[in-house]
C-alpha cells in the first residue's frame, strides 16, 4: 500500500491528479484498511472472466449521417439517443454497439470504449481498480472509468 501512495501523491506533486481525487482515494484507502470498508471489500471482485465489450463510442462530424451508414451498412437501430448531448446509440434489438456522438471531441476519434461486467458494481469496482493503481472516475453521464497508460478512456458497466 506504501507503493500505491507514493505514485497518488507523486501524481499529485506533478498536476496529474487533482487534491479532491487525491483526498478521496486516500479516503478511501485508509476505511479499507481499517475495516470500514469490509462490505464493499466482502463483494465480489468485477467478473471479468465473463466479460465482453459492450460498446465503442466514435466522435463524428454529421451525427445523421454516421447514423445511416450504420444502419445501411449493418442493420443497425437507434437503440436509445440523448439530444441534450449530441448522442444516438445504436445497435441490434436492445444492445447498443456503436454510440455516435456529435460536437464532443475530435471527429473520427474513439472517445471510450465499454467493457460490460456482470453484476458490477460502482463501490466495489473503485475498491478493486484503486487498489490496483487506477483512478477511477464517475463521468456525469457516461458511468464508470478508469485511463489506461496511454490515457485511453475505459467505460465498465453492468451487464
Partial sequence: MEALISSLVSRFEKGSLSRRDLVQTLAMLAAS???????????EEPD????????????????????????????????????????IRLGNGKKVLVSLNHGAGPVGTVDHFAIGIPNFDAPSGRLYFTRRGAMPAQGDYAGFHIKDPDGVNVQISRR
Avoid: E
Fill in 48 to 87: 471479468f472472466k465473463n466479460a465482453d465489450i459492450d460498446h465503442v463510442s466514435i466522435h463524428v462530424a454529421d451525427l445523421q449521417r454516421s447514423v445511416q451508414f450504420y444502419q445501411r451498412m449493418f442493420g443497425f437501430g437507434v437503440v436509445s439517443q440523448d439530444q441534450a448531448q449530441g448522442i
Fill in 33 to 43: 484498511a481499517s475495516g470500514v470498508g469490509a462490505a464493499a471489500a466482502a463483494q
